[in-house]
């Protein structure tokens, strides 16, 4: 929508570059651990490396788990208008 497009951009996501890539740009994905939909694609990536980025995220030591920082609860919280 022009308004999901407009809060990417906000971010510093470049929506028009991620349509060049040549991974799909979003798609649903069924985790194969925890057996939950979640996003996958070049969308998914730019708004994980911008998390990680902005430390709204961090990684768990050997593993793949990330945790959500106080600060990332705070900002994702505005940005996306989520309850977490």
Partial sequence: ???GLNALS???IDFAELETQ?????VPC????????HLRGSLAAAILTLAKK??????V?????L???AKGRREMST???LKL
């Fill in 1 to 3: 929508s022009p308004n």
């Fill in 10 to 12: 906000t971010l510093g």
């Fill in 22 to 26: 040549r991974r799909q740009l979003a």
């Fill in 30 to 37: 069924l985790d194969w651990s925890e057996r939950r939909a």
């Fill in 54 to 59: 902005k430390e709204w995220v961090v990684g």
């Fill in 61 to 65: 030591i050997d593993s793949r788990a």
């Fill in 67 to 69: 945790t959500l920082t």
């Fill in 79 to 81: 940005i996306f208008g």
